[in-house]
C-alpha cells in the first residue's frame, strides 16, 4: 500500500527518503538513514528490523546490493518484503517479493532506488524515477517531486493518508547535535503528498539561513511597512513608535515565531520574514 524514493546528493552529502501510503503515519514504519552510512525504506508488510540491520551493514562496509541479499537471504518471510537502499557510495538497490501485491515492482538509477506496491500500474514507479533523475535542486526537492510525480501517475490504488520526507547530513540536525537534516510527517490527510510540501516550506523558512539577496536595509518605506504589520499583529501599540520601540516589537515577533536563523543586524530585515509577517494568519492554517 506503499510507494517510496530513496536517493543520494554526492555534492551535498545528503541521504533521503521520500514515502507515501494508504497506511497512518507511514513515516514511523518505512524511513531509515544515518549520514555517511545510507538510507533505506522498508514496506509491504514491512519488517521494521531491516532498518538497523542495513544501516548497520552498510556502517561496516556492505554496498547495498551486499546489504540486501543479506536481509532477505534471513527473512522466512522475504516474498512478502520491499525494500529500497543506497548505501554511503549512492549505490542503490531494490527488492519486491513475489508475494507482494500488484502492481508492485521497484526501479534503480543514479543514485536512486523506487518502488511501490499495490499501485494502480508500473507508471508510478517509474515516473518517480525520472522526474528524480530529471529535477534539479535540493535532495529534498528532487524527492518531493518524484513522490509527486508518483501520485500524479496513479499512486497507491487504495488512496492516500499519510507521507514522510526523512533527509540526513553529517551535523545537519538542529543545532549541530545531529544528522536529523529534515524529518517531516505528516500522519493523517486527505492530500498528504501536498500537505507534506506545505510544511516542507514552513522548514526551510524556519531553519533554512537567509539568503543574501533577501537581506535588505530598513529605509523609511520599509519601516512604515513594518510598523504597520506589527501594529496589525499587536506588537506595537501606537502608529507613532519610535525606532527603538519598534526594533524591540520586531526583535519580539521574530523570537515568537522562531525564525532566529533569519534574524538580522539592527536596520536589516530578510524579505521572506517580512513576506510572512504580511500573511501570518494565513500561512498557519
Excluded at 8 to 31: C, M, N, T
Excluded at 143 to 150: E, K, S, V
Excluded at 228 to 248: F, I, Q, V
Aim: proline fraction near 2%; charged fraction near 25%.
Amino acid at each position: 500500500m506503499t510507494y517510496s524514493i530513496v536517493g543520494f546528493d554526492p555534492i551535498e552529502k545528503e541521504w533521503g527518503i521520500a514515502v507515501q501510503s494508504k497506511f497512518l503515519g507511514v513515516g514511523a514504519v518505512v524511513p531509515w538513514a544515518k549520514a555517511g552510512v545510507g538510507a533505506v525504506a522498508t514496506q509491504s508488510y514491512a519488517n521494521t528490523s531491516y532498518g538497523p540491520q542495513a544501516l548497520d551493514a552498510m556502517e561496516q562496509g556492505e554496498s547495498a546490493e551486499e546489504t540486501l541479499k543479506m536481509l532477505i537471504e534471513k527473512d522466512e518471510q522475504r516474498e512478502m518484503r520491499q525494500i529500497g537502499l543506497i548505501d554511503g557510495n549512492g549505490n542503490a538497490a531494490t527488492f519486491t517479493g513475489k508475494e507482494c501485491y500488484d502492481w508492485a515492482g521497484g526501479r534503480t538509477g543514479a543514485h536512486f532506488a523506487a518502488q511501490g506496491n499495490i499501485l494502480v500500474s508500473s507508471a508510478t514507479v517509474e515516473a518517480m524515477g525520472k522526474t528524480f533523475s530529471e529535477t534539479g535542486g535540493s535532495l529534498a526537492e528532487r524527492l518531493l517531486a518524484a513522490l509527486q510525480a508518483g501520485q500524479a501517475a496513479g499512486g497507491d490504488s487504495r488512496g492516500q493518508q499519510s507521507a514522510s520526507l526523512l533527509v540526513v547530513k553529517d551535523q545537519g540536525g538542529y543545532g549541530g547535535y545531529n544528522d536529523r537534516y529534515i524529518d517531516l510527517r505528516v500522519d493523517d490527510h486527505q492530500e498528504p503528498i501536498n500537505e507534506l510540501r506545505r510544511i516542507y516550506k514552513l522548514h526551510q523558512l524556519y531553519f533554512a539561513p537567509s539568503k543574501p539577496e533577501n537581506i535588505i536595509e530598513i529605509n523609511e518605506e520599509v519601516k512604515q511597512e513594518i510598523s504597520r504589520e506589527l501594529l496589525r499583529l499587536n506588537y506595537l501599540k501606537g502608529a507613532s513608535a519610535d525606532d527603538s520601540k519598534l526594533y524591540k516589537a520586531l526583535t519580539a515577533y521574530i523570537h515568537t515565531e522562531n525564525f532566529e536563523v533569519r534574524e538580522q543586524e539592527k536596520g536589516r530585515v530578510d524579505t521572506e520574514v517580512l513576506a510572512y509577517m504580511k500573511q501570518d494568519k494565513m500561512i498557519k492554517k
